[in-house]
């Protein structure tokens, strides 16, 4: 069976490449615009090689798209205990009165 990280690097690999091949871009002129080595966009795209934080952040940018369009989907199945409810306590639960999540210092 295959291991998590190993799915995770093909299947960002083919959706990285999907999207530069639907913008028509070659990988040099993507690592151009995300400011990545063009050795580094293969190695990604091949799932060799899984982006640090930064680097899949400058893709998404460079791609024209959200982190979250790159990574949807892949999913990790949690082992343990479940967490406790923490709705009313969790700085990312919409506030009432309409504010927004904001994450605390």
Sequence with gaps: MEDFDSRVMRQLGRRVKRRRNFLDLSQEALAE???????????????ERMP???SLIKLAAALGISVGQLVVGIDWEVTGAPLRDLREDDPWEPRQGGGGATEKA
């Design 33 to 47: 615009r995300a400011g990545i080595h063009r050795t580094q966009i293969s190695l990604y795209e091949n799932g």
């Design 52 to 54: 640090l934080a930064s």
